[in-house]
C-alpha cells in the first residue's frame, strides 16, 4: 500500500522587505510619539503573503503593525480592533510625514500611554508639494490631506 501526493507551490505576492532608511525613519517617528518602550523594532523576519508588498515595489517604505489587541492575531475573528488607537495611526503618519516632506509645522501630542484610554490632538499646517507622490501612496491615512484633527472630548 503507498500514498502519492502533489504539491503545488504558487508565489502569489512578491516579498514584503521594509526599506532600511525608511524604516530608520518610521522607528524614529513611533518612538517620538509613543515612546521607546512602547515600539519593538526587533520583531523577526515573517513568512507572510502581503498585496502591500507592491506598494513597497512602487515606493520605498516600511509595512508596520499597529497592535491594538494582544490578546489576538490579526485576521483573527477574535481580533478587536481598538478604535482609539486611531490617533496614534495618525499622528505616526504626521510625524512621520513631517520628517519625510518637511512640513512647516507639526504638533502632536499624546496625553495618555498606549492601553489607556486616549486622547488625542494633532495639528498639521503646511503642505509639500514635492512629497504629495510619496506620501500620498505610503500615508494613505492622512498623506498630505489632514489640517486639522481633533476627536471629541471623552465623557
Given at each position: 500500500?503507498?500514498?502519492?501526493?502533489?504539491?503545488?507551490?504558487?508565489?502569489?505576492?512578491?516579498?514584503?522587505?521594509?526599506?532600511?532608511?525608511?524604516t530608520n525613519n518610521d522607528i524614529i517617528a513611533a518612538r517620538?510619539?509613543v515612546g521607546d518602550a512602547s515600539v519593538d523594532d526587533g520583531?523577526?523576519?515573517?513568512?507572510?503573503?502581503?498585496?502591500?508588498?507592491?506598494?513597497?515595489?512602487?515606493?520605498?517604505?516600511?509595512?508596520?503593525?499597529?497592535?491594538?489587541?494582544?490578546?489576538?492575531?490579526?485576521?483573527?475573528?477574535?481580533?478587536?480592533?481598538?478604535?482609539?488607537?486611531?490617533?496614534?495611526?495618525?499622528?505616526?503618519?504626521?510625524?512621520?510625514?513631517?520628517?519625510?516632506c518637511r512640513f512647516e509645522f507639526v504638533e502632536a501630542s499624546?496625553?495618555?500611554?498606549?492601553?489607556?484610554?486616549?486622547?488625542?490632538?494633532?495639528?498639521?499646517?503646511?503642505?509639500?508639494?514635492?512629497?504629495?507622490?510619496?506620501?500620498?501612496?505610503?500615508?494613505?491615512?492622512?498623506?498630505?490631506?489632514?489640517?486639522?484633527?481633533?476627536?471629541?472630548?471623552?465623557?
Open positions: 500500500m503507498g500514498a502519492q501526493i502533489e504539491f503545488n507551490y504558487r508565489r502569489l505576492e512578491p516579498l514584503t522587505f521594509n526599506h532600511t532608511d525608511d517620538s510619539l520583531i523577526k523576519p515573517l513568512m507572510v503573503s502581503e498585496d502591500f508588498a507592491y506598494m513597497l515595489l512602487a515606493e520605498p517604505g516600511t509595512f508596520i503593525f499597529l497592535v491594538t489587541d494582544p490578546t489576538a492575531e490579526f485576521h483573527n475573528p477574535e481580533y478587536d480592533f481598538d478604535d482609539g488607537a486611531l490617533p496614534y495611526r495618525i499622528g505616526y503618519s504626521v510625524i512621520l510625514s513631517k520628517r519625510l499624546v496625553s495618555k500611554p498606549i492601553g489607556d484610554a486616549r486622547s488625542c490632538d494633532l495639528r498639521l499646517i503646511g503642505r509639500s508639494v514635492a512629497c504629495a507622490r510619496s506620501a500620498g501612496l505610503r500615508f494613505w491615512t492622512i498623506a498630505c490631506l489632514v489640517c486639522c484633527l481633533k476627536p471629541k472630548a471623552q465623557a
